[in-house]
C-alpha cells in the first residue's frame, strides 16, 4: 500500500514496496495562480475590505506579501536586489541643475542651504532608500505627503514625506468605474494580512497642483506594466514560477538525503551464527522470558554493527580489517560472512542536483533586470572578468537608471517644487562616480594603490 510521506511545492514523495517516489502534480501554489494566464485578471472587479470598495492586488488581494514569502526563501533574489539597489543609489542623493552643454545633457551639482536644512529635517537618504527598496520590489512606490503648518495660511508646504509599506496600501475603486489610475481619489491603508478593521484608514489622493487641499495625502508612484491598469507587477514576475522551483529543490535534495539508502557496504551474517547465540544464552539463563531473551539479542546485534562500523568507517580506520571463521551447518551447508560493496553512484547523483540548480538559478535572475556581471553570480566556480563588469556597469547606468530615478525621486522633486517655487530648476537626483578602465587612470590614482 502506497503513502504519501512528505509534500514539498508541486512534488509528493510516496512510499511504496519497492521505495520511495517523487511525483510531481500539476497544481498551481498561491503564487502560481498569479502567473497562470487561465485566470481572470485580479484588478477588473472591486473587492470589500472594511466596508470599502478597493482594487484589490493579485488573486487574494495580497500580493505583495506572496513576493515577500517567496524572495525570502531564496537564495539569489535578495542579494541581487540588494546590489541593484546599490547601483541605483551610487553615492547616494544629491540636488542638481540640467545643463546643456555639446549637444549632451549633463547634470551640474549645486548646493542650496535652504533646500537642504528642510531635505535632512526628515532624514531625506532613509525615505530614498526606502522607496528604492519597494520599487526593485514591487516597481512601484506608496508615498504620503504630509504637509506643514504654512497650509494654515493657504501657502502650499510639504513638511516631510514618508515611503509606505506595499503590503498596507491598496488603490479605493474609482468612483466612475474608470479602471484608469488617474481616476484614484482615496487610499485604504491597514493590515491586508490580519484584515483587523481598527488598523484601516482612508487618505485622500494628493494632487501636486492643490496640495494644500488635505493635511494629509498619499499617491501612488508607478511604472505602468502593460495590459495592466492600476498596479504595476514587479520586473520579475514572469520568473515567479522558476523561483519557486529554485526554491523547492534545496528542501527537496535534502529530505532525498535523509531517506535515500546513505551505506557503502551490505554486511551478510550468518543465520547459524546468530542461532548459536540464542542457543548458548538460553543454556546460560533458563529462567529468562522470551521478551527477555529477544532483547538480549538486539543487544548483541547492536554491539556487533558497531564493531564492524568502527572498523570500517572513519579515515583514521582506512587499512584495517575485520576476520571471521566459515563454517558447516548441520545440513552441511557453508556458512560465511559477507561485506559487499553498494554502488551509490554519488558522481551521477551530485552532478544531476548541480545541473537542475544551474538552470532554475539561470531563470530565476534573468527576471531581475541586472546583468549577472553586476549581480556577482558565480556559476562552476568562475566569476566575470573585470572588462564584462565594466562593460556591464556603463549600460546599466546608461540604460536602466533613469526611469528609476524618476519615479522614486518624483514625489521629492515634486515637494521640492512646491516648498521653494523660487528656486526653479533644482532637483534631486542620485550622484553615480565615472567608473573608467584602469588602462585609463593615472597609476597613483589606481584601486589598487588606493586601498
Known amino acids: 500500500m502506497s503513502t504519501i510521506k512528505k509534500k514539498i511545492g508541486n512534488y509528493s514523495f510516496v512510499d511504496t514496496a519497492k521505495g520511495q517516489f517523487a511525483l510531481h502534480m500539476d497544481w498551481s501554489s498561491s503564487m502560481s495562480q498569479f502567473f497562470n494566464f487561465r485566470t481572470p485578471h485580479w484588478d477588473d472587479s472591486p473587492v470589500s475590505v472594511a466596508g ?74 532613509r525615505y530614498v532608500r526606502s522607496c528604492l527598496v519597494e520599487y526593485t520590489h514591487m516597481n512601484g512606490v506608496f508615498n504620503k505627503y504630509v504637509m506643514g ?98 526554491n523547492d529543490l534545496p528542501e527537496i535534495i535534502r529530505h532525498l538525503n535523509e531517506n535515500m539508502i546513505a551505506a557503502a557496504y551490505m554486511v551478510h551474517t550468518p543465520q547459524q551464527y546468530w542461532e548459536d547465540k540464542q542457543a548458548m544464552l538460553k543454556s546460560m539463563h533458563e529462567e529468562w522470558t522470551d521478551d527477555q531473551l529477544a532483547k538480549e539479542m538486539e543487544k548483541l546485534k547492536d554491539q556487533l554493527v558497531n564493531t564492524i562500523a568502527d572498523v570500517m568507517a572513519g579515515r583514521e580506520n582506512a587499512g584495517k580489517f575485520f576476520t571471521c571463521v566459515d563454517f558447516i551447518d548441520p545440513n552441511g551447508k557453508e556458512q560465511s560472512w ?13 552532478e544531476a542536483q548541480a545541473k537542475i540548480s544551474r538552470i532554475a538559478d539561470s531563470s530565476t535572475t534573468s527576471g531581475f533586470g541586472l546583468s549577472p556581471a553586476l549581480a556577482n553570480i558565480i556559476i562552476d566556480g568562475k566569476s566575470d572578468s573585470g572588462s564584462q563588469m565594466l562593460y556591464a556597469l556603463k549600460i546599466f547606468y546608461g540604460a536602466d537608471t533613469q526611469i528609476a530615478e524618476d519615479i522614486v525621486l518624483e514625489a521629492i522633486n515634486d515637494a521640492i517644487r512646491i516648498n521653494f517655487p523660487q528656486k526653479k530648476g533644482i532637483l534631486l537626483g542620485f550622484y553615480r562616480k565615472a567608473i573608467n578602465k584602469e588602462d585609463n587612470v593615472s597609476a597613483s590614482n589606481r584601486t589598487t594603490n588606493n586601498i
Not at 86 to 109: D, F, H, I, M, S
Not at 162 to 176: D, G, K, Q
Not at 197 to 216: C, G, I, N, R, V
Open 52 to 125: 470599502v470598495r478597493v482594487v484589490p492586488w493579485g488573486q487574494d488581494n495580497n500580493l505583495p506579501n506572496g513576493i515577500r514569502n517567496l524572495l525570502e526563501r531564496n537564495n539569489l533574489g535578495p542579494g541581487i536586489l540588494d546590489r541593484k539597489i546599490g547601483l541605483l543609489y551610487g553615492q547616494g542623493p544629491a540636488l542638481y541643475r540640467l545643463k546643456l552643454e555639446n549637444n549632451e545633457r549633463t547634470q551640474e551639482r549645486v548646493e542650496d542651504e535652504e533646500i537642504q536644512e528642510w531635505l535632512e529635517s526628515w532624514d531625506y537618504r
Open 149 to 246: 503648518r504654512g497650509r494654515r495660511i493657504g501657502r502650499p508646504w510639504v513638511s516631510r514625506l514618508e515611503c509606505l509599506h506595499s503590503a498596507e496600501c491598496r488603490l479605493v475603486w474609482p468612483e466612475n468605474d474608470s479602471r484608469h489610475l488617474e481616476d484614484v481619489t482615496q487610499y485604504l491603508l491597514g493590515d491586508f494580512d490580519s484584515y483587523r478593521s481598527q488598523t484601516f484608514h482612508l487618505f485622500p489622493a494628493f494632487d501636486k497642483w492643490e496640495p494644500t487641499k488635505h493635511p494629509a495625502a498619499v499617491k501612488y508612484h508607478s511604472l505602468r506594466s502593460f495590459g495592466r491598469n492600476m498596479y504595476a507587477l514587479s520586473c520579475f514576475f514572469g520568473s515567479v514560477p522558476w523561483l519557486e522551483n529554485a
Open 338 to 350: 559477507k561485506v559487499e560493496p553498494i554502488e551509490m553512484n554519488i558522481d551521477k547523483y551530485i
